[in-house]
């Protein structure tokens, strides 16, 4: 009988470790075969003892044996599995990460602009009166200051969420001597409604050129520039604006065209899109900032990015810009 399960033993073989767990506890468990086999020893005959012995033990040995022959054969291939994997699979693909549009189009401008000159300077979220307002000729109670709504933080004195980056040119100016070429893109703050074409939050790239006979032709043709390297078309025109820090001020137009539907429908059917403000800088702006009016002149324009970004990417909504919806941002993988 013991020689037939010295048989069994060695026949056995498993392909996990459950399976030998199984086979463990059955032979050399506390509740095992051995156990009971050994339990019978004060029942055989003396002279029969020792062979009886020796059999139990080499089932014993075979067992145990077997136990450790698979544990050991699949610990090696389990491992060897997990670890190496099947080296000739194509691995996973890696999840790469994308530019959000914002980023794409503030560094396409601030390239455009680095490229004739222009540096990068930065100011601020929380800004002082002084700089948001009264430097560029908006003292207290000036009506245009209603066309900001302002996120006061603390008042007398004022203490706000900029509105926009020009406080960052007054800075500038304050800091260096002409002649200045700089743009400064940076987040503004307006509380507004939130719509479809309007948000609290923005961003905004401003840029300003001060030096020594500065003139509107200097500004026309940047602007012509400008607009050729962004979007590849450089048809604009020049609408007379107000804005108090310059003067005279202009928004600019862009001929965007009228060839598919879409033209037709950002255009309100005019293929004209408004994309920016700009002008010559104030002389008392120039003067607040301790510059000489007298011996300097520059301009200054102002673009809000997600409005630029919408335009490129035909995007709808501005809303979308914030949602860091994944389908949404995945778009832009390919945009460098
Ligand atoms: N600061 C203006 C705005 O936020 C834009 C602007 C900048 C207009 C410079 C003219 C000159 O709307």
């Not at 075979?62 to 610990?75: F, G, I, R, S």
């Not at 603390?154 to 900029?162: F, M, S, V």
């Not at 300097?296 to 809000?304: E, L, P, T």
């Amino acid at each position: 009988k013991i020689k037939e399960l010295i048989g069994d033993v060695q026949a056995f073989t498993a392909s996990t470790q459950n399976e030998v767990e199984a086979f463990r506890i059955k032979y050399l468990g506390s509740k095992g075969l051995l156990k009971e086999l050994f339990a019978e020893f004060k029942n055989v005959t003396p002279d029969a003892r020792k062979e009886f012995g020796q059999s139990l033990n080499s089932l014993k040995k075979a067992a145990e044996d077997k136990v450790a022959k698979l544990t050991d054969a699949l610990e090696n291939t389990t491992s060897k599995h997990s670890f190496y994997g099947d080296l000739t699979r194509p691995s996973e693909p890696i999840e790469l990460g994308s530019r959000h549009p914002i980023s794409l189009v503030k560094n396409k401008i601030i390239d455009v602009f680095n490229r004739i000159g222009f540096t990068v300077s930065e100011g601020p979220e929380i800004e002082d009166d002084w700089h948001n307002f009264t430097a560029l000729n908006l003292p207290e109670y000036h009506p245009a200051r209603d066309m900001q709504d302002t996120f006061f933080i603390e008042q007398n004195p004022d203490i706000l969420l900029r509105t926009h980056t020009s406080s960052v040119q007054v800075r500038y100016m304050e800091e260096h001597t002409p002649p200045i070429r700089t743009i400064s893109p940076g987040r503004v703050f307006r509380n507004e409604d939130i719509s479809a074409r309007a948000h609290c939050i923005f961003h905004q790239v401003e840029g300003l050129y001060i030096d020594t006979d500065v003139s509107f032709a200097d500004l026309k043709q940047t602007l012509l520039y400008f607009t050729k390297e962004m979007f590849g078309k450089s048809k604009i025109r020049l609408r007379p604006s107000y804005f108090p820090f310059t003067e005279p001020s202009a928004e600019v137009d862009i001929y965007w065209g009228l060839e598919t539907e879409t033209d037709y429908k950002i255009t309100k059917g005019t293929g004209w899109l408004e994309i920016m403000g700009c002008g010559m800088v104030d002389p008392n702006v120039l003067k607040n900032a301790n510059i000489d009016p007298t011996k300097y002149s520059g301009y200054a324009f102002g673009m809000g990015i997600e409005r630029i970004a919408m335009l490129l990417y035909q995007i709808p909504d501005i809303r979308m810009f914030y949602e860091n919806d994944k389908r949404f941002l995945e778009q832009f993988k390919s945009v460098i």
